[in-house]
């Protein structure tokens, strides 16, 4: 199980990607957006009180990891996932990062529009394969 979402500043979902799931149903598809949405309040207290963008493991739910990461324009990533390797996580969102500077250099993307490139898609999904 591995869940990642962009959330913005004024808490829209940006971006929301199942990266690798064990077999089940919807209701476990809701719990993880659920479980990721309710972090971000220990998010938002991680990166007050945190000078870096990568505040490592914020929150806990049963046997689930939220792991987050805060650009400077306060835009959350955050990934949802059963103990990883804190090396390969922080790998990852520096990769997201780069790929979500790329988005929002673009003219015509607006910072509190979901986030539909295919291409920051592709590269969310290989980064997690390579590092995760």
Known sequence: M???AVVGRSDEPLYLAELASTKGDEASYHLHQFVLYAALDAVDEAAWRS?????????RFEDMT??????????????LHQGRGEDG????????HEAYVAIAMNPMYTPTEEIRSSEFDRKVKNSARKHL
């Open 2 to 4: 591995l869940t990642f």
């Open 66 to 79: 939220v792991s987050a990461y805060v650009t400077a324009g306060g835009i959350r990533m955050l990934l």
């Open 51 to 59: 000078g870096t963008c990568y505040l490592k493991a914020v929150d």
């Open 89 to 96: 996580i922080k790998s990852f969102f520096q990769d997201v």
